[in-house]
């Protein structure tokens, strides 16, 4: 009898917490980036790549999704963006782990980077040197 009840809350569970795709919504959220790494110096039109570290979100259903840019001549704002969905997943946590994204270096001078970060946490602000 005791076997039978696991059975059963078993499969509720699962029928519970699958769902079907049509029951599934996603919410777009920004992901805290730990750290990005970028060459300190560059020439006039080289590509310039940035990786991002940071941990997208814990097993339960969140994915990194895109990073957002506004590129202006002498600065980029770059924001993860994830995805959560209401569904839960029971995957590893997700991590950035480098995830590049190229720029071209438009104007000699300074380039100003700046992450965005959800509520309550700093921005990350670095400069490149373009020669």
């Known amino acids: 009898m005791k076997t039978l009840l696991i059975i059963i ?3 509720l569970s699962m029928l519970y ?3 079907s795709e049509s029951e599934t919504k996603q919410f777009d959220f920004i992901i805290a980036v730990d750290s990005i790494v ?3 110096q560059v020439m006039l039109k080289d590509t310039i790549t940035v990786k991002f570290y940071g941990k997208v979100g ?3 259903s969140r994915q990194f999704k895109h990073i957002d840019i506004v590129q202006k001549d002498d ?3 770059l924001t993860a963006v ?4 209401s569904v839960i997943d ?5 991590y950035l782990d480098g995830m590049e994204r190229k720029f071209l270096a438009r104007r000699t001078g300074m380039l100003h980077i700046k992450v965005r970060q959800p509520d309550g946490v700093k921005p990350i602000e670095h400069s490149i040197v373009v020669d």
């Open 82 to 85: 994830g995805a959560w969905y």
């Open 58 to 60: 814990a097993w339960y």
């Open 75 to 77: 600065s980029l704002i």
């Open 9 to 11: 809350a078993s499969t």
């Open 90 to 94: 029971y995957r590893k946590d997700t």
């Open 38 to 40: 970028h060459p300190q």
């Open 17 to 19: 917490h699958c769902g």
